[in-house]
């Protein structure tokens, strides 16, 4: 019985475009424990039991809120399953990391330390430099940057294949990002870095996702741009940050066009839904001088 509902959980959040493989793989676990029992049913009491055992309280939080969302599901079409009340282990949420917003030279700056830096082979500071570039250029997320292949860059873009909740698209570049990508192929060429994927460190390998970070933080703080180890400061993601906010910084001041604006840029940056666009948007002094300009207008009874 719990085994059939979960499988039919899984699927329709797979069906949903999730890859559900996290979740899917805590549910069976909690399947296994349950049915040891004899349950066939979602029990509060196990559940707890259950997530008692974890080694971790965020462990624990983890397996209470996944079987929970699932026994939602399940009551709704047999009452036998019990639903436990939510936070019982705690919220647990993480909060946002303070996003900051990254100045051009700040970009240039970084771009060049990377060339500069010593690595130990020759194809890795010209993969930082236009790596970070890339991500500067069109607000990628790093693990889609990472995914690209040396085919993906085509006459009309580069196409993403492997973007959040497995959606592609078709990502327009700009003449002067196209120009950077095909320098840095023929520099792989001119040294010989081999590998079907686009950015590749020594023998064709991708640099890890985490690695990429580090070393951007790395050369920020080299350059003064964030404090020491155990401080915050700008992050990688902070380019998507900045390219979204730039992006909305160069739209015409007007409803229609604001509108129309935040729907391309929201399937420009791969968005599932409009609303994460929005979670990407930070106050600068120019849209904050946009917006007060926008409340006169409206106060002084003037279109907006």
């Given at each position: ?151 993906d860059l085509v006459d009309d873009g580069l196409i993403i294949r492997k973007g959040k909740f497995g959606k592609q ?35 064709g390998r991708v640099p890890g996702r985490a690695r990429v970070g580090a070393v951007f933080v790395r050369l920020a ?84």
């Amino acid at each position: 019985m719990l085994n059939d509902q979960i499988s039919r959980y899984v699927a329709l959040h797979r069906n949903l475009g999730r890859k559900f493989e996290e979740q899917d793989r805590i549910l069976q676990l909690f399947a296994n424990y349950a049915q040891a029992f004899g349950d066939q049913h979602v029990n509060v009491s196990r559940l707890y039991d259950w997530c008692g055992t974890a080694t971790t309280q965020n462990a624990a939080r983890t397996r209470f809120d996944v079987v929970r969302r699932f026994s939602l599901y399940a009551h709704s079409e047999d009452q036998r399953h019990q639903v436990p009340p939510s936070g019982v282990f705690g919220r647990g949420r993480r909060s946002r990391p303070t996003p900051h917003i990254i100045e051009p030279e700040q970009v240039r700056a970084i771009m060049q330390a990377a060339l500069d830096f010593p690595y130990k082979d020759q194809i890795s500071p010209y993969t930082y430099h236009y790596l970070f570039g890339l991500l500067a250029t069109t607000g990628l997320r790093v693990s889609e940057a990472l995914a690209l292949q040396r085919d993906d860059l085509v006459d009309d873009g580069l196409i993403i294949r492997k973007g959040k909740f497995g959606k592609q698209r078709l990502l327009p570049l700009q003449p002067s990002t196209r120009r950077a990508l095909e320098t840095y192929l023929a520099m792989r060429a001119q040294l010989g870095a081999d590998g079907d994927n686009l950015f590749v460190r020594a023998q064709g390998r991708v640099p890890g996702r985490a690695r990429v970070g580090a070393v951007f933080v790395r050369l920020a703080r080299m350059l003064g741009f964030r404090g020491p180890t155990g401080t915050s400061g700008i992050r990688l993601h902070d380019l998507r940050h900045t390219f979204a906010v730039r992006s909305l910084e160069s739209c015409p001041c007007n409803r229609e066009a604001i509108s129309h604006h935040m729907v391309s840029l929201s399937n420009y940056l791969g968005h599932a839904d409009i609303t994460n666009t929005y979670w990407y948007l930070e106050a600068t002094p120019v849209l904050l001088r946009e917006i007060a300009t926008s409340g006169e207008r409206l106060f002084l009874g003037g279109a907006v």
